[in-house]
């Protein structure tokens, strides 16, 4: 156990719903981030937030919003699903960012597998 | 922007072979280095990072990797390659300088066979 929980495992939802991923960092961590995992695409990097706050956006859909709440964890919304979005989505979390913690190591969770059908 | 290639999708070795992972990078700058392992339905591990100092690092499960800045290369390697060490392999790159993302290669598979 990584310290890194995702709920749900696994997802399974039709074209055009909205679903909605969660994620606990790891007791301490205060940064999340979120990537997506397929085949083709390998894994890329969606979004980043600290403490609350956005820090950094990769390619990410505009029909897909992440938030971190108060007490750390996040959520991934993806909403007009398409095909396509069938993917595996990892959380990671590592300890803090600032300049010079770049070498900070990342923990991912186990993931959560959405499948569009 | 920052890159990193994994040219090799599959890479197979027998037991108790050597084994390496090739992965190159392209960053601004000097870069922080990663291998990370996914097993089946896991998520990614991390075996290690490179960050200043000694081009050869040992990381978890008696890998290591080397770091050639000339080569702008960071392949992970192993003395003698274990049934179990059969996973997805990924390489990541980090900038120094400024804010940078962590950026991760495609992956290779590494098959070892009994």
């Known amino acids: 156990d990584s310290g890194v929980t995702q709920t749900p495992k696994h997802l399974i939802t039709a074209t055009g719903q909205r679903v909605t991923l969660r994620c606990s960092p790891r007791s301490g961590d205060l940064s999340v981030y979120w990537y997506q995992q397929s085949l083709d695409q390998g894994l890329q990097f969606l979004i980043q937030y600290y403490n609350g706050e956005e820090r950094a956006k990769g390619n990410i859909l505009e029909r897909f919003s992440a938030q971190q709440f108060p007490d750390l964890h996040s959520e991934l919304n993806l909403s007009s699903l398409e095909l396509g979005d069938s993917a595996l989505y990892f959380c990671?979390?590592?300890?803090?960012?600032?300049?010079?913690?770049?070498?900070?190591?990342?923990?991912f969770g186990a993931g959560s597998r959405l499948t569009v059908l | 922007a920052q890159s990193v290639a994994q040219p090799e999708d599959q890479v197979n070795v027998a037991e108790g072979n050597p084994l390496t992972v090739k992965c190159t990078y392209s960053v601004s700058g000097n870069p922080y280095l990663f291998w990370y392992v996914q097993y089946p339905n896991r998520g990614l591990q991390f075996l290690l990072k490179y960050i200043t100092g000694d081009n050869l690092v040992k990381g978890s499960y008696g890998f290591e990797a080397e770091f050639n800045k000339s080569q702008t290369s960071f392949h992970l390697k192993k003395p003698s390659a274990l049934v179990s060490d059969s996973a997805l392999y990924f390489c990541a790159v980090r900038a120094r300088t400024g804010y940078s993302t962590l950026t991760f290669g495609k992956g290779t598979m590494l098959l070892v066979s009994p």
């Open positions: 990671a979390s590592s300890v803090a960012y600032r300049q010079g913690t770049g070498a900070n190591v990342l923990t």
